[in-house]
T-cell receptor, first 114, second 115 residues
Framework: AQKVTQAQTEISVVEKEDVTLDCVYE???????LFWYKQPPSGELVFLIR??????QNEISGRYSWNFQKSTSSFNFTITASQVVDSAVYFC???????????FGTGTRLTVIP | DTGVSQNPRHKITKRGQNVTFRCDPI?????LYWYRQTLGQGPEFLTY????????KSRLLSDRFSAERPKGSFSTLEIQRTEQGDSAMYLC?????????????FGPGTRLTVL
């Protein structure tokens, strides 16, 4: 059975602070894919990143970075120098080999205070 | 704009009425998904199409729910005899290629309120 846990329900930071959003997953598959999506107040889910289970290399995209560690089944997301526009709900998601759907965590609501 | 579009954006209905939502995916995407999202939760998978074929349905999709994608382009999701528990955001997503692992692109959703 698959499971995605985002233990942080809500986080508030002051603008320009760094913030890390945690994601822990469970799967019996050896091949799987992990995703992060952003859901701003407008409601539309915005794709941020996809990672396959064989690629543990960390990735950086501008102010965003992702730390994938299979040993701890975690796929954490860090925003550096946060901005007010980063305020949103962030979802971590998992899909297993042969599956046709994304399995989402419950999300973390990030509020960046100016 | 060539993103996923959904109509209507909001729907308020009385319990027992039927409602239908429409989703227009990104034109070159052959896969189309429906999800439901309730307050404070992540999206939950309902069903998916590959071209016009509905290939998977979640246990969440009760008999009152039906989805179609008649020509492999747009899709409709109908809920018959709505119940208050059907109140949620209904999200549509699409993706390209044969791999379920490809990223899905989501529309803005239809927010349903059942009174």
């Amino acid at each position: 059975a698959q499971k995605v846990t985002q233990a942080q329900t809500e986080i508030s930071v002051v603008e320009k602070e760094d913030v890390t959003l945690d994601c822990v997953y469970e799967t019996r598959d050896t091949t799987y894919y992990l995703f992060w999506y952003k859901q701003p107040p407008s409601g539309e889910l915005v794709f941020l990143i996809r990672r396959n289970s064989f690629d543990e290399q960390n990735e950086i995209s501008g102010r965003y970075s992702w730390n994938f560690q299979k040993s701890t089944s975690s796929f954490n997301f860090t925003i550096t120098a946060s901005q007010v526009v980063d305020s949103a709900v962030y979802f971590c998601a998992l899909t297993e080999t042969g599956a046709n759907n994304l399995f989402f965590g419950t999300g973390t609501r990030l509020t960046v205070i100016p | 704009d060539t993103g996923v579009s959904q109509n209507p954006r909001h729907k308020i209905t009385k319990r027992g009425q039927n409602v239908t939502f429409r989703c227009d995916p990104i034109s070159e995407h052959n896969r189309l998904y429906w999800y439901r999202q309730t307050l404070g939760q992540g999206p939950e998978f309902l069903t998916y199409f590959q071209n016009e074929a509905q290939l998977e349905k979640s246990r969440l999709l009760s008999d009152r729910f039906s989805a179609e994608r008649p020509k492999g382009s747009f899709s409709t999701l109908e809920i018959q005899r709505t119940e208050q528990g059907d109140s949620a955001m209904y999200l549509c997503a699409s993706s390209q290629s044969e791999q379920g692992s490809n990223e899905q692109f989501f529309g803005p959703g239809t927010r349903l309120t059942v009174l």
